[in-house]
């Protein structure tokens, strides 16, 4: 069956603009995590919605970013007056119980 | 606050040889414990998980980990490793949220 799946793959964006990243889960995951990944680093939690409502969305690092899911499924994470620090990997997993299963991440690059 | 250390930034193993990779966490209780991999450009892979019972638990593509509580640790080891195995390895703690660890990189002599 089909995995999770994250677009654009790749996204470079000049340095105040906005962008939004899309992530398709696995059909039926209740749950839906974005993490951000620096270069080297390990994932950071950022957001968490089951179903349609955010729970936790305390791993966003500031009020440029949003994260919706308005029907459950899809889900966008939207970054407005992007900055070089955004520039990472952004990735999506989707979990039905606590195994969570990854997309491949959008890789942002911000210039 | 949950927590999770991964010792060593870089490991180098010959092929065929045993592989032990380093995980400890801080949390009150017994956590849910995970280790992923991830190959450049790839999205995570999860290798093996913990949940409850016992202690040893066995993986995909050989790997295995045990979780000793007393040590707040939760090891990876492959008895042989391969070429495929260069890899990022990660280990993950569900407690009050996922939190994984920095990350060790694994790197293979031929």
């Known amino acids: 069956g089909a995995g999770v799946s994250q677009s654009p793959r790749y996204k470079v964006a000049k340095r105040g603009q906005d962008v939004a990243l899309r992530c398709d889960p696995i059909s039926g995951h209740v749950s839906l995590f974005w993490y951000q990944q620096a270069l080297g680093q390990g994932p950071e939690f950022l957001t968490y919605?089951?179903?349609?409502?955010?729970?936790?969305k305390s791993g966003l690092p500031s009020d440029r970013f949003f994260a919706e899911r308005p029907e459950g499924s899809v889900s966008t994470l939207k970054i407005q007056r992007t900055q070089q620090e955004d520039s990472a990997v952004y990735l999506c997993?989707?979990?039905?119980?606590?195994?969570?299963?990854f997309g491949p991440g959008t890789r942002l690059t911000v210039t | 606050a949950q927590s999770v250390t991964q010792p060593d930034i870089h490991i180098t193993v010959s092929e065929g040889a045993s592989l032990e990779l380093r995980c400890n966490y801080s949390y009150g209780a017994t956590p849910y414990l995970f280790w992923y991999v991830q190959s450049p450009g790839q999205g995570l892979q999860l290798l093996l998980k913990y949940f409850s019972g016992d202690t040893l638990v066995q993986g995909i593509k050989g790997f295995e980990a045990e979780f000793k509580r007393s040590q707040s640790s939760f090891n990876l080891r492959k008895p042989s490793v391969h070429w495929s195995d260069a890899a990022e390895y990660f280990c993950a703690v569900y407690g009050q949220n996922f939190v994984f660890g920095p990350g060790t990189r694994l790197s293979v002599l031929p």
């Open positions: 997993a989707s979990s039905s119980d606590k195994e969570q299963y």
């Open positions: 919605f089951q179903n349609e409502a955010q729970l936790d």
